[in-house]
Structures are given as structure tokens and as C-alpha cells.
């Protein structure tokens, strides 16, 4: 047996559903399972979801406060007035921001923008940015993609007699903050039919009412926000993005050009992965490592060297992130395993001083992925007395909601239920740590504590075509509530594997039959080569592709995991060196059997306590293999001693060695002539030395000398001679008798076709041997006849 790494989920579909699906819509079964996942199932919301049939934005003007925005906008326009864009810092903001500052150029406003430094400043408006505009002579400030938790900042601004334009998504806490007026999808009683907009989705809408037309152009900035700040991608947002990434395939920002050179992504093939992999982690690390100012220079700017420059200067940064974030992550998890056992800690909550606050995120996301717990790193700043950090969380866990039972000890924080940021005092770590260990331990069971995989359906070899699989780009982008799908192909044979790649840590497999194959790659998991046997039926995870190669499509599936749910042979026969294949065996629950004291001298294993050395039956009195990997290390005397071991229970694998010093089958096993012959042979000598002549007779009838003494002691055992002082003579008196009745002879031939059964045969033939004495149950009489 193979166990999966993650509890698999496995969505349910209505078949009659699909098939009506298929039908209207004229698309494959894995598409219309999709679409049934999606929460599509009526077929003209299923068609607007493909083909973008009524795809169309939301008038911006539903917001309850967006026509008091623009008209005092415009008032400022007008009036000559400094406006100031405040934004975030990661790549939303960014987005945010570059959206604003383009529009609010684009009609004539005197504008700047503002992002606080990550360290010096945190999170979010602060009373001394607000003090610092009104001594520059800023009358407006719009918040972009933050503000919405800015209770005292919108107080400041009022007493300054500054007006402030709040446009945010972020959860609204209980209390507003004082503002000439707020543009938010959440706010209660909102009368905007969509609630899932990004930061930049907000200010694309406020740009939109500016306009008084939808800015097309401003798409490409809308769909990097978007699809960075994991938004569902359902709605608005599925627009947004669909639309950005077709847009950014053909821009001409020089920012961007520029930064998709530095990030050798392709701008013609720009996908929602590209975006989340190779352009979104560069403007976040920006902000993350500094002031992020460069990045909003990027996307504004107009000027190819400066483009370029940027451009460099941000990859650059970039790299140097990714240094950091490797060795916190490190530093993290030694953390964890020496001070802060998984045992006691329903969640992580740990810190460090000097880590840097920029990228707590990323190390959380990490441990999240390693421990499978809900998790906060901190970095401590003890001259401040503060800690800043960033949380992500596991499904079942609410963060926000927890963290807002906190609010207490949590003077800033904000965010979603997976993931948000905070600072609090570093007296208040432990209490945050307990109180949130105390929620998660009423709230979340053991299974919670095992990773899900979701998959999308289980899926027949027939249904995956290489139509099928172009099909499913239909349903893109995808991302958050629109997740790529990842599929269950269930019980299919596992017609060849291996190991690939330079170090060997990939793994190829071949699935299914003559009639359907298909080709899998799991990168990353060399290892299962290890665990998988011949002929074995699996249940297969992962993402369909298409292999293109010379001109040739084939469908092909990134593999995600395995499971194999039925015991397991691993045929280690002649492989000598032990340690080869034994550290391969799973260590929990594994049982050594070995039959003869003199294997572990030869194998020089004496010294080993966790084999079972299997003299008598009252060995295996007490003895369990229900669930475990067992090793065969040496060969049975009968194949009723294997019985009494595999005939106790189900064994998860079986490893069989075998290994035996005498060779029984390759040596000759006389047949019934060779008895005859030399019967006759001693009638005519009377009698014969086989301690002088023994090696001769043998070499001139081409057998072996052990045969001559085993044909020799069959008939001493039958009382056909005598022998003495190795002179062997017939008996005067003749007995009749079958050879059979001698247990020289018994013995013999039972080893002999034991080995026959458990050296000699193939694979196959061996595995078929196992399955038959396991359906044997053996009692323990039965085991004492073994031995005896």
C-alpha cells in the first residue's frame, strides 16, 4: 500500500447534469463537471461563465458614495486643489495606485501618490504621513486599497480639514472611520452587486465613474492586482482578469515590457501564472524589502531606459528577497521543532528578532505548507517594544474572525480568513499565542490537521482527450473559487515508471492499457519510484496537460500524489547489498522475520535487535501484521512457516529477500533413474568408500558429490544399506519401500519446490503465491505443525 500525502476530497456531480451540459452547451464531461463544481449549473449562466456571453462591468455608480467622490474629485480638479493618493504596498496597491495616479493625470488633477515604508511606518494612514500632506498643501487624499481600519487617521485629516476618499476591500471593522466618503463593496447595506473586488477592482471603478467610459486601458494594471491579491475570480473579477490578461498579451506599457523581459515571462502568453509567479512577486518584493515607490515608477513611467532601469533594479531586488526568505524560513523551522511542538500548538505563533517584517508572509505561507497548522511569524523590534507580523491559515480556521476576538492586544491588524497582518506589543505575543491556541483547539478537529486536496471529479481514461483538455481552457483564468482543477484517475495500471531527471527526483509514468495510455510527470517525486510496484493498480492525482513534441499532441497529467490501496510485493530477491533497498522501507510499523540463526552470521546482522529471529511457533504467538511492511530476510524451511506469518493478517508490503547459502534447486535433484542406477551401481561393487571415491563417482555421472551423499542417506533412511566409517553396502535383506518415505528425501524435494515457488518464479507467480496463503487463515496449531 502507497498513502496519499493529503486526505483527498472528491467532489460530486449530478450525472444527469453533466450530461445535460454536454448536450446544450456542446462541450466535453470534464468541462461540464467543472462548471457543476463552479456552482454553474444552469446551463445559460454556464454559457455566459464560457463563452462570455453578457460579460459586462456593473455601473461604478451603484457604489452609495461614488457620485459624491467624483464630484469632489472634480471640485479639486478645478479648484487647483494638491490631491494625494495614499496606497499599499504590495502589489494590489501598487496596481491601485499606478490606476488612480493615470486617471486623475489623464483629466487634469495636480496628484502625487504616497506608499508608507513598510518599517518605518507599517500598514495602512498614519497620523504623521496625514501632518506631512497638509504641511505640503494636499486638500484631498484618496486611500487605495487600505484604509477602511483608518479610524484615528480619518479623524486627524478631519481636524486638519482635509477631506478623505476611502477606496478599500479589506473586512470593515465595527467602527467606519470619519471620511467625506467611502467606496467599498463590503460596507453593510451596499447597494453594489459585487462584494469580491480587489483593491484595484475599487479604483478601476472609481476610474471608470471618472471617465465616464470604461477605461480599457487601465485593464493590464487591473488584472496584475487582481490576480495578486487572490481574489475570487468569479464576477467582476473573472472579467477583470480575463480581459487584463488579454490586454497585457499586447500592451505597450514600457513597465511592464520591461519587466516581463527581466522575468523571462512572455508577453504573448501572458497567463494568470505568469502574473501570480513571475510579475506579481517582483512588485511585492519591492515593498517588501523597502519603499515601493519604484515599482509605481515603473508602471507609470513613459521612458524606455528609465523602464529598463527599474526594470533591473527591481529583479535585483527581488533576488535578494528570495535570499532572505530562505534563511528565515530555515531559522523558522528550528524554531518550531525545537520550542515549539506541534503536540501543543493548535497554531504557530513565532518570532524572531531581526527578521525582516517584509516578508513574514511568505515564511508563514511556508511553515503553513510544512506543518499544516494556522500560522503568525513575527519579527521583534525590542526597542519599540512592538511586533510586526503576517498570518496565514489552514481550512476550517476563520483568521479574522479569531484575530478579531483579539482585538484587544491587537491595536492594528487586518485582513481575510486566510490570511491577515498585525502589530501588537511584544508583551502581548504569548497572550496572542495562547488565546488563538485556545479558539483553534474548541474549533478544529485532528483531521483538521491533515492537509486536503479538493479535487474536481474522478475522470475515466476515455475522458481525457487531448479536445477535452484544450476544452478547459474555457474556464480561464483561473484562481481563487475558479481553481485550476486537479483530477482522480482511480484504480488504473501502472504500466511503467521511473526516475528521471539529473538527480533522479522527477518520476515518469506510463497509466492505463493498450487501448489507453497516458503519460504522467511528477516532478519532485522521484521518491514514489521507490514505493511503486509492478502491474499495481493506483489512484492518480493531478493536472491534465498537452505534450507537444515534433509536431505531436499528446494528453499528458502532472502528477500531484499516489495511493495505492492494495498490499504491496517488492521483489528484492538477489540484491545483496541489504542496504540498498531496506532504508526504502517504510520504518513505522516494519517487521524483520528471519528463519535460520546462521543468515544473520553471513549477513552479518548479529547485532540487530529489531529482527525477529523465527525458531518455533511460539515465536509468532503474539506477533500482529495487520497494516505493516514486513521483510522476508531469509528462505523458509516449509512454506507453512511463511503461512503462519502472512496468515495472521494483511500485511501493507511484503519485502522478499530470500536469502539462502545452500542452493537446492540448482543443485541436481535426483529423479527416480538416478536412484535406480545406483542401486545397481552398489549391487555390483558390494561396497564403496565414499569418502575416497565419492567425488570420482560424481564427476563421471556429472552430478554433484552432495547428490551422492543425499541419494545415500535417503537409502541409509530406507535401511536399503548400512554405512560405516563412510563405507557404504547394501543390506542382505531387501525391503520394499517408496522413497517418499524417507525425510532426507521429503526434505529435499520440499525445498526444492520451495525454492522453485520463491526464488525461481517471476513476479507475477510470486505474487499470486502470497495471495493464495493469505487467504488461507492459519491457527496456531497450525503454526506449531510447521515447525515440528
Same mark, same amino acid.
Given at each position: ?9 472528491? &467532489?460530486?456531480?449530478?450525472?444527469k ?11 466535453p464531461?470534464?468541462v ?16 455566459a ?6 460579460d ?50 489623464? =483629466? ?7 506608499i508608507?515604508?513598510r ?10 504621513a ?8 494636499f ?29 478599500d ?40 465613474? %471618472?471617465?465616464?467610459?470604461l ?7 487591473? !488584472?496584475?492586482?487582481?490576480? !495578486? ?19 497585457l498579451?499586447?500592451?505597450e506599457?514600457?513597465?511592464?515590457k @520591461?519587466?516581463?523581459?527581466? @522575468?523571462n !515571462? ?13 510579475? &506579481? ?8 524589502l523597502?519603499d ?16 529598463? @532601469?527599474?526594470a ?33 500548538n ?24 510544512k ?8 519579527s ?8 510586526k507580523?503576517? !498570518? ?79 476544452k478547459?481552457?474555457l474556464?480561464?483564468p ?7 482543477p ?10 511503467h515508471?521511473?526516475?528521471i ?13 493498450e ?7 511528477g +516532478? ?10 509492478p ?10 496537460? =498537452? ?14 500524489d499516489i ?16 542496504d ?11 517487521m ?15 547485532n540487530?535487535?529489531?529482527?525477529? %529471529?523465527?525458531e ?15 521483510? %522476508?530476510?531469509? %528462505? ?5 512457516q ?5 496468515g495472521k493478517?494483511?500485511?501493507?508490503r511484503?519485502?522478499?529477500?530470500f ?5 537446492? +534447486? ?6 527416480r ?5 545406483y ?16 567425488s570420482?563417482?560424481?564427476?563421471y ?8 551423499e ?12 548400512t ?5 557404504i553396502?547394501?543390506?542382505p ?15 529435499k524435494?520440499?525445498q ?13 507467480e ?5 495471495? @493464495?496463503r493469505?487467504?488461507?487463515s ?7 505443525e510447521?515447525w515440528?
Open positions: 500500500m502507497l498513502n496519499s500525502k493529503t486526505r483527498w476530497v472528491i &467532489a460530486e456531480s449530478d450525472q447534469k453533466i450530461e445535460e451540459l454536454e448536450n446544450e452547451l456542446k462541450i464531461s470534464l461540464a463537471k467543472l462548471l457543476l463544481n463552479r456552482d454553474l449549473k444552469d446551463v445559460e449562466e454556464a454559457r461563465f464560457l463563452f462570455d456571453s453578457g459586462s462591468f456593473h455601473d461604478p455608480f451603484l457604489f452609495d458614495d461614488m457620485e459624491k467622490a467624483v464630484g469632489r474629485i472634480r471640485d479639486a480638479i478645478h479648484n487647483q486643489e494638491r490631491i494625494l493618493i495614499f496606497g499599499d504596498y504590495d502589489a494590489d496597491g501598487v496596481s491601485s495606485t499606478s490606476v488612480m495616479m493615470t486617471v486623475l493625470r489623464d =483629466i487634469g488633477a495636480q496628484v502625487e501618490f504616497y508608507p515604508n518599517f518605518s511606518e507599517g500598514y495602512g494612514p498614519n497620523e504623521q496625514f501632518r506631512w500632506a497638509k504641511d505640503e498643501g486638500t484631498l487624499i484618496i486611500t487605495v486599497d487600505t484604509g477602511i481600519s483608518a479610524v484615528h487617521e480619518g479623524q486627524v485629516a478631519k481636524e486638519l480639514d482635509m477631506d478623505l476618499i476611502i477606496t476591500h479589506h473586512e470593515p471593522g465595527p467602527v467606519l472611520p470619519e471620511a467625506h466618503s467611502i467606496i467599498h463593496p463590503k460596507i453593510e447595506g451596499s447597494r453594489y452587486p459585487f462584494e469580491e473586488l480587489a483593491g484595484v477592482g475599487v479604483a478601476f471603478k472609481l476610474a471608470h465613474a %471618472l471617465y465616464g467610459e477605461p480599457v486601458h487601465l485593464l493590464d494594471l487591473a !488584472a496584475i492586482g487582481t490576480i !495578486a491579491d487572490l481574489v475570487p475570480l468569479r464576477g467582476e473579477n473573472r472579467i477583470l482578469a480575463k480581459r487584463g490578461i488579454a490586454k498579451r499586447t500592451t506599457r514600457k513597465g511592464i @520591461a519587466l516581463c523581459k527581466v @522575468a !515571462a512572455k508577453q504573448l502568453e501572458m497567463t494568470e501564472e505568469s502574473i501570480g509567479f513571475m510579475i &506579481a512577486p517582483r512588485i511585492n518584493a519591492v515593498g517588501r523597502g515601493a515607490d519604484p515599482a509605481v515608477d515603473l508602471m507609470l513611467t513613459e521612458d524606455d531606459e528609465e523602464a529598463k @532601469a527599474l533591473e533594479e527591481i529583479d535585483s531586488i527581488n533576488k535578494e528577497r528570495q535570499a532572505i526568505v530562505n534563511t528565515m524560513t530555515q531559522e523558522a523551522i528550528e524554531l518550531v521543532e525545537k520550542e515549539f511542538p506541534l503536540a501543543e493548535s497554531v504557530l505563533v513565532i518570532g524572531k528578532e531581526g527578521w525582516n517584517s517584509g516578508v513574514v508572509g511568505i515564511v508563514a505561507s511556508r511553515l503553513v505548507d506543518f499544516y497548522r494556522p500560522t503568525i511569524v513575527l521583534f523590534d525590542p526597542g519599540k517594544g512592538i511586533a507580523g503576517s !498570518a496565514r491559515s489552514i481550512a476550517g480556521f476563520d483568521l479574522f474572525k479569531s484575530l478579531s476576538k483579539c482585538r484587544d492586544i491587537l491595536p492594528h491588524f487586518g485582513g481575510h480568513p486566510m490570511a491577515a497582518g498585525m502589530t501588537l506589543e511584544l508583551d502581548h505575543v504569548e497572550d496572542l499565542r495562547n488565546r488563538l491556541n485556545e479558539i483553534a483547539d474548541d474549533e478544529l478537529k485532528e483531521e483538521d490537521f491533515i492537509p486536503v486536496t479538493v479535487l474536481d471529479a474522478a475522470v475515466n481514461m476515455e475522458e481525457i482527450t487531448i479536445d477535452s483538455i484544450e478547459l481552457g474556464l480561464a483561473y484562481g481563487m473559487q475558479n481553481p485550476k486537479k483530477w482522480v484517475i482511480e484504480n488504473v495500471s501502472i504500466d515508471y521511473k526516475k531527471g539529473s538527480n533522479q527526483n522527477h518520476l515518469k509514468v506510463v497509466l492505463g492499457d487501448v489507453n495510455k497516458l503519460d504522467g510527470v +516532478f519532485g517525486l522521484g521518491e514514489l519510484a521507490d514505493h511503486i510496484t502491474f499495481t493498480d493506483a489512484s492518480i492525482i493531478g493536472e491534465f496537460s =498537452i505534450n507537444e513534441w515534433n509536431n505531436r499532441k499528446k494528453p499528458q497529467i502532472f502528477l500531484h495511493k495505492i490501496e492494495k498490499w504491496q510485493l517488492f521483489d528484492v530477491r538477489g540484491i545483496k547489498q541489504v540498498k533497498w531496506e532504508k526504502q522501507v517504510p520504518v513505522e510499523n516494519k524483520v522475520f528471519c528463519f535460520h540463526p546462521s543468515t544473520l552470521e553471513k549477513m552479518n546482522m548479529k540487530r535487535e529489531d529482527i525477529l %529471529l523465527v518455533d511457533a511460539g515465536t509468532l504467538r503474539d506477533v500482529q501484521i495487520e497494516g505493516a511492511s514486513i521483510v %522476508l530476510l531469509d %528462505l523458509p524451511a516449509s512454506r507453512e511463511v503461512k503462519a506469518i502472512v493478517g494483511l500485511p501493507h511484503i519485502y522478499a529477500h536469502f539462502q547459502d545452500e542452493d537446492h +534447486f540448482f543443485s541436481t535433484m535426483p529423479t533413474d538416478h536412484f535406480k542406477w542401486y545397481a551401481f552398489l549391487s555390483k561393487r558390494g561396497s564403496f568408500d565414499l569418502n575416497k571415491h565419492g570420482e563417482l560424481a564427476k555421472k556429472g552430478w554433484s558429490k552432495e547428490t551422492i543425499f541419494m545415500s542417506q535417503v537409502f541409509f533412511e530406507l535401511k536399503f544399506v554405512i560405516v566409517n563412510g563405507f553396502s547394501l543390506n535383506v531387501k525391503t520394499k519401500k517408496d522413497l517418499s518415505e524417507s525425510l532426507a528425501y521429503q526434505k524435494q520440499q526444492y519446490e520451495l525454492e522453485n515457488e520463491l526464488l525461481y518464479s517471476s513476479y507475477t510470486l505474487k499470486a503465491w502470497f495471495d @493464495a493469505m487467504k488461507e492459519v491457527t496456531f496449531e497450525e503454526e506449531v510447521a515440528t
